[in-house]
């Protein structure tokens, strides 16, 4: 089955700073990522996602890319604010439930 | 999201008692699933659940029953709870019949404690 490795675990930066996150896949066949974003106490909510037919997508300060031959997807946030401090999961599916990976403990330090 | 509820949000046991956590949601959707959350592990997959009659064991389904009530409810059981079983337990949904969606929303999570 499908198998998703994230690194780091854990990663401080500046406000202001960029963060970058990154997954690894095993199933060639996956074919959707999404990243969630869980604040402490909270439930993850999902903030962006990807599909395998598109390299690159959008939204505001975070972007996803993906390489489908590398297998490798990642989550990059520019100009970090203190309330992107959160932990961050990547996840990857071929229309069955989403296998997760173990998560990034995200610190934006002012 | 509201729609997504749990029920308790907070459970404390002792071990071997049996504990029923419930989910409900109102977003039509047919899939529901049951995550589990430790520390350092991320979210493993308890159970899921593609329609009605459609049950699944997900990577950690020892110690665990499902029962699917409804389209909207599905519950989590734990028959004789273990010390071990000490988590934050997220129910959540994603699909509609028909698409190939997965976005999944999760619920609010229930902390579970058995001493």
């Known amino acids: 089955g499908e198998n998703v490795e994230q690194h780091p675990s854990t990663l401080s930066v500046q406000e202001g700073d960029s963060a970058v996150i990154k997954c690894t896949y095993s199933?060639?066949?996956?074919?959707?990522f999404p990243w969630y974003k869980q604040e402490l106490g909270k439930r993850p909510q999902l903030i962006i996602d990807i599909r395998s037919n598109v390299g690159e997508k959008k939204d505001q300060r975070i972007a996803v890319t993906l390489n489908k031959t590398a297998k490798h997807f990642s989550l990059h946030i520019t100009e970090t604010q203190p309330e992107d401090s959160a932990v961050y999961f990547c996840?990857?599916?071929?229309?069955?439930?989403?296998?997760f990976g173990k998560g990034t403990r995200l610190s934006v330090i002012a | 999201d509201a729609d997504v509820t749990q029920t308790p949000r907070n459970r404390i046991t002792k071990t071997g008692k049996r504990i029923m956590l419930e989910c409900s949601q109102t977003k039509g959707h047919d899939r529901m699933y049951w995550y589990r959350q430790d520390p350092g592990l991320g979210l493993r997959l308890i159970y899921y659940s593609f329609d009605v009659k459609d049950i699944n064991k997900g990577e950690i389904s020892d110690g665990y029953s499902v029962s699917r009530q409804a389209q909207a409810k599905f519950s989590l059981s734990l028959e004789s709870a273990i010390p071990n079983q000490t988590a934050l337990y997220f129910c959540?949904?994603?699909?509609?019949?028909?698409?190939?969606?997965?976005?999944?929303?999760f619920g609010p999570g229930t902390r579970l404690t058995v001493l």
């Open positions: 199933d060639s066949a996956s074919n959707y």
């Open positions: 959540a949904t994603s699909g509609v019949l028909g698409s190939y969606t997965d976005t999944q929303y």
């Open positions: 996840a990857a599916s071929i229309y069955t439930p989403l296998v």
